[in-house]
């Protein structure tokens, strides 16, 4: 199985910025996706981004323009740079890596209160 090694989250102001770092261990396949949901109390999981092997990336329409994410492939790394928070990107989140199944990381703690 593939261990995801979630970093960053924390308490930021409005405004701010944050950057979330995955690194995946132990895959003897190709991942072919790696990307970020998140979930904040009382709402279902969604979808913030995802980067293929290729390089292709989407977004969450509420983060576009404010969140960028980045793959490294050779690392097996991907990386969140949150920029320009809002309140309402409070949420719990969750790494995962995609190959013929699906990994999941811990998740990590984003609180975005003044």
């Known amino acids: 199985q593939v261990q995801l090694v979630e970093s960053g989250g924390g308490l930021v102001q409005p405004g701010g910025s944050l950057g979330l770092s995955c690194v995946a261990y132990?895959?003897?396949?190709?991942?072919?996706?790696m990307g970020w949901y998140r979930q904040a109390p009382g709402k279902q999981r969604e979808l913030v981004a995802s980067?293929?092997?290729?390089?292709?990336?989407n977004y969450v329409d509420s983060v576009k323009g404010r969140f960028t994410i980045s793959r490294d492939n050779a690392k097996n790394t991907i990386y969140l740079q949150m920029n320009s928070l809002k309140p309402e990107d409070t949420a719990v989140y969750y790494c995962?890596?995609?190959?013929?199944?699906?990994?999941w990381g811990q998740g990590t703690q984003v609180t975005v209160s003044s």
């Open positions: 995962y890596a995609r190959t013929w199944s699906t990994s």
């Open positions: 132990g895959s003897s396949f190709s991942i072919g996706v």
């Open positions: 980067a293929t092997i290729g390089g292709s990336t």
